[in-house]
T-cell receptor
Framework: KAGVTQTPRYLIKTRGQQVTLSCSPI?????VSWYQQTPGQGLQFLFE???????NKGNFPGRFSGRQFSNSRSEMNVSTLELGDSALYLC????????????FGAGSRLTVL | DQQVKQNSPSLSVQEGRISILNCDYT??????FLWYKKYPAEGPTFLIS?????DKNEDGRFTVFLNKSAKHLSLHIVPSQPGDSAVYFC????????????FGAGTRLFVKA
């Protein structure tokens, strides 16, 4: 069974640009969560989607958005990039929002110059 | 608002000895706690969990202890092995935030041979 797949794995952008990251969950998993990892801050919760609906949202500005498609694949978008957005963005899936264990992808490493 | 705290950024232990990683939480509504391990260039992987109705859960060399009155949990690794060197994240779910999972900042464990 394939794991959680995130693309791209690495990318470099400049301030003011926008970026879209993609996540394909484990087959059969309908919940997808996104986290931002920065040194010293751990994993900061961005949002969770279930059945194409945003179920939970973290404390991030509106520049961070996401969506989920009918096949459970998810994308997150960051507009007007800032230097502080440089981070590892992790996607995790689970069968549904009530399941406790998340399965993570390897992440997308974003560098903003 | 850091609801899950790991106050030790790093821990160094000799091979064969016990590693104890600590975690504190502030939200008494959390009802499920998990530990994840993360190697560089990989996503976090689930290690062990505990429900709030228990005070101990054991899986091989790994044991998690939960002290609800102190809002504290710990992960014990016995005996520690060099392959255990990684970043360990404590996480909690449940409560008024729904089922979103909140992570701590992580503790980097070094096991010396």
């Amino acid at each position: 069974k394939a794991g959680v797949t995130q693309t791209p794995r690495y990318l470099i952008k400049t301030r003011g640009q926008q970026v879209t990251l993609s996540c394909s969950p484990i087959s059969g998993h309908r919940s997808v969560s996104w986290y931002q990892q920065t040194p010293g801050q751990g994993l900061q919760f961005l949002f969770e989607y279930f059945s194409e609906t945003q179920r939970n949202k973290g404390n991030f500005p509106g520049r961070f958005s996401g969506r989920q498609f009918s096949n459970s694949r998810s994308e997150m978008n960051v507009s007007t990039l800032e230097l502080g957005d440089s981070a590892l963005y992790l996607c995790a899936s689970r069968i549904n929002s009530g399941a406790n264990v998340l399965t993570f992808g390897a992440g997308s490493r974003l560098t903003v110059l | 608002d850091q609801q899950v705290k790991q106050n030790s950024p790093s821990l160094s232990v000799q091979e064969g000895r016990i590693s104890i990683l600590n975690c504190d939480y502030t939200n008494s509504m959390f009802d499920y706690f998990l530990w994840y391990k993360k190697y560089p260039a990989e996503g976090p992987t689930f290690l062990i969990s505990i429900s709030s109705i228990k005070d101990k859960n054991e899986d091989g060399r790994f044991t998690v202890f939960l002290n609800k009155s102190a809002k504290h949990l710990s992960l014990h690794i016995v005996p520690s092995q060099p392959g255990d060197s990684a970043v360990y994240f404590c996480a909690a779910s449940g409560g008024t935030g729904g089922f979103k999972t909140i992570f701590g900042a992580g503790t980097r464990l070094f096991v010396k041979a």
